[in-house]
């Protein structure tokens, strides 16, 4: 645990490295003080701000981290670094409306920030302007930019406009950048359902729980796989797996809507669908009891 009585109470700095520190080390109470005190003190400068924002918005106190970088960007609105943070505050928030304008300033100041440009076809695609967002994010990738979180967000936007086969090509892209991260893999098994190739799905599927064993939608699309396949057994106990992690099963009811997607798809798979949709409408405890006895 890092110590405050180390630090003066009127050294900004010293107590923001303080709270760094202290969020390196999981201690948030420490960290929260110690930025509290930080603010308490720290010039009303656009350097000072801006540091105070991002620890802030580290902490998740969106109020405060969106004030400081706010006045770190009234002292010095040409700052890339400033308006890059508080685009992502607002826009990690849903405040895509307020965040937008900043955007715009960015990428006028300057043009040749791929990253900037990336974080504008992300305000955009948020507010639903999806033609303006692809013309960003291909403004990003003409700049340079190859990172996973942009062929991610590719990948969103062919889905909402509903170019599956961009879509999987983007999140193909971002598994290639990343093979770690299990979101990619999860989003490509999903669009591999909708496409009825259930063998790609499942193997994809697998590998997203490999990667991370709580990720919920991860084992609802495996129960999904199982129970198109007529596994039912399998099915249910990958439905169990993710329930017991979804504690208000906000997931599920996602999840049940996209079972209706995947029959718009495939008429084939309809009834089995809305059986199973009638299942998962169950209380938890009736889908445990079908479960086999081992």
């Given at each position: 645990?890092?110590?405050?009585?180390?630090?003066?109470?009127?050294?900004w700095?010293g107590l923001?490295?303080v709270?760094?520190?202290?969020l390196?080390?999981?201690d948030?109470?420490?960290?929260?003080?110690?930025?509290t005190?930080?603010?308490?003190?720290?010039?009303?400068?656009a350097e000072?701000?801006?540091?105070?924002g991002?620890?802030?918005?580290?902490?998740?106190?969106?109020?405060?981290a969106?004030?400081?970088?706010?006045?770190?960007?009234e002292h010095?609105?040409?700052?890339?670094?400033?308006?890059?943070?508080?685009?992502?505050?607002?826009?990690?928030?849903?405040?895509?409306n307020?965040?937008?304008p900043?955007?715009?300033?960015a990428?006028?100041?300057?043009?040749?920030?791929?990253?900037l440009?990336?974080?504008?076809?992300?305000?955009?695609?948020?507010?639903d302007?999806?033609?303006?967002a692809?013309?960003?994010f291909?403004?990003?990738?003409?700049?340079?930019?190859?990172?996973?979180?942009?062929?991610?967000?590719?990948?969103?936007?062919?889905?909402?406009?509903?170019d599956?086969?961009q879509?999987?090509?983007a999140?193909?892209?971002a598994?290639?950048?990343?093979?770690?991260e299990?979101?990619?893999?999860?989003?490509?098994?999903?669009l591999?359902?909708?496409?009825g190739?259930?063998?790609?799905?499942?193997?994809?599927?697998?590998?997203?729980?490999?990667?991370r064993?709580?990720?919920?939608?991860?084992?609802?699309?495996?129960?999904?796989?199982?129970?198109?396949?007529?596994?039912?057994d399998?099915?249910l106990?990958?439905?169990?797996q993710g329930?017991?992690?979804?504690?208000?099963?906000?997931?599920l009811?996602?999840?049940?809507?996209?079972?209706?997607?995947?029959?718009?798809?495939?008429?084939?798979?309809?009834?089995?669908?809305q059986?199973?949709?009638?299942?998962?409408?169950?209380?938890?405890?009736?889908?445990?009891?079908r479960?086999?006895?081992?």
């Amino acid at each position: 645990m890092v110590a405050l009585n180390r630090v003066a109470r009127d050294d900004w700095q010293g107590l923001l490295n303080v709270a760094r520190e202290s969020l390196d080390q999981g201690d948030t109470v420490t960290a929260r003080r110690a930025v509290t005190l930080a603010a308490r003190v720290a010039p009303d400068t656009a350097e000072a701000q801006r540091a105070l924002g991002e620890v802030w918005s580290t902490l998740g106190r969106v109020v405060e981290a969106v004030r400081a970088y706010q006045r770190a960007a009234e002292h010095d609105p040409s700052s890339a670094a400033t308006l890059s943070g508080l685009i992502d505050v607002l826009h990690e928030t849903g405040r895509d409306n307020e965040a937008l304008p900043y955007c715009q300033r960015a990428v006028e100041m300057s043009p040749e920030d791929a990253e900037l440009w990336r974080l504008l076809g992300d305000v955009l695609m948020a507010l639903d302007r999806y033609d303006e967002a692809l013309e960003a994010f291909q403004k990003a990738i003409e700049l340079g930019l190859d990172s996973a979180d942009l062929y991610v967000s590719l990948g969103y936007l062919h889905y909402y406009r509903e170019d599956v086969d961009q879509s999987v090509q983007a999140f193909q892209k971002a598994i290639e950048l990343a093979p770690e991260e299990a979101t990619p893999h999860n989003n490509l098994a999903y669009l591999q359902i909708l496409r009825g190739d259930l063998a790609e799905a499942e193997r994809l599927l697998d590998r997203a729980l490999e990667l991370r064993e709580d990720f919920v939608r991860a084992y609802y699309n495996r129960g999904l796989c199982a129970w198109l396949n007529d596994e039912r057994d399998r099915a249910l106990k990958f439905y169990a797996q993710g329930r017991a992690k979804d504690e208000d099963e906000a997931e599920l009811a996602a999840h049940r809507e996209d079972l209706g997607e995947v029959g718009e798809y495939q008429e084939a798979w309809r009834g089995k669908l809305q059986r199973l949709s009638a299942l998962l409408s169950q209380p938890m405890a009736g889908v445990r009891q079908r479960l086999p006895r081992r």
